[in-house]
């Protein structure tokens, strides 16, 4: 069944998660993962910085701070989640892991098909393909996310070994966050910022625009009232959420304003932290 929309929607259906930043402890390392094991190009690097993607847009951005330590049980960062644009684009990639003989997890999600590792510093990486929407299952016009085995071999012998590392239209499709109360996170990203809610799962909500299956999702699994994630971390900076132009911009400003909320205004970009004090930054491309 395809449903029509998911008509409680704030934000415009076309919002989209942009780049995520990360603390790594060693960038020299941390780039040759993302290039060897993933397929990022590396578009820029500079003072301690360096900015990855598909060739097109900056879609992740590593931030050097060699004395950053390896912290659990606090918000922060779950998994980032590259989303590649086809079986085969997956299949690159599922076959980069296994030649460097990273650890790996998968699930088909009935929605998609997901691989799941670690970069080195321990920073949770989902890598992902959608199926169409009209195979996807929908409860009450919502979509329905499953969590069965994955077919390795079948995504395997599929792989696109033509393209040169991340196909071109890879993007960034969601971010999953620890927090330390699932109640004020979901109010934050439902009532403040304007995502929907698709569902909520063993301690778990999932968020969307448009009736995507999800753009983000929060979860209390490091333990309810966990702290934030200590400023000398490694981990979560912030990330991007990709507003569609300037109005819905002004709307979001005003439900800062209405809700009360601390935030940093400048031309191009509007930088807050959730409940969980997780950083997002707000952007206009």
Do not use: C
């Not at 049980?73 to 599922?94: D, E, M, N």
């Amino acid at each position: 069944m395809q449903p029509s929309s998911v008509e409680s929607s704030i934000l415009n259906p076309a919002t989209t998660i942009g780049a995520v930043q990360l603390t790594v402890t060693d960038l020299d390392r941390s780039i040759d993962f993302y290039r060897r094991v993933i397929g990022f190009h590396l578009h820029e690097r500079s003072d301690g910085q360096a900015n990855l993607g598909a060739g097109g847009s900056t879609l992740l951005q590593l931030v050097e701070n060699s004395a950053a330590r390896q912290v659990t049980h606090h918000s922060g960062l779950y998994h980032f989640a590259v989303l590649t644009p086809s079986r085969p684009a997956l299949g690159q990639v599922l076959r980069r892991i296994v030649d460097a003989q990273v650890r790996l997890g998968g699930s088909d999600h009935s929605v998609s098909e997901a691989l799941y590792f670690d970069d080195p510093d321990g920073n949770g990486i989902e890598v992902y393909r959608d199926r169409p929407r009209s195979e996807w299952a929908y409860a009450e016009g919502k979509p329905v996310l499953g969590n069965a085995p994955l077919d390795y071999r079948g995504i395997l012998g599929e792989a696109d070994d033509s393209e040169d590392g991340l196909d071109p239209a890879t993007v960034i499709g969601h971010v999953h966050l620890h927090v330390g109360d699932l109640a004020s996170a979901m109010n934050f990203y439902l009532r403040t910022v304007g995502f929907d809610l698709i569902m909520t799962w063993q301690g778990a909500a999932f968020y969307s625009a448009g009736g995507y299956h999800h753009h983000l999702a929060t979860n209390t699994w490091a333990g309810v009232g966990a702290p934030p994630q200590p400023e000398d971390a490694v981990g979560l900076r912030h990330y991007e959420i990709v507003l569609t132009g300037e109005d819905e911009r002004s709307r979001l400003l005003q439900r800062f304003d209405d809700a009360g909320l601390a935030y940093k205004s400048r031309a191009d970009a509007i930088f807050v932290r959730d409940p969980a004090q997780n950083g997002v930054l707000f952007v206009v491309k």
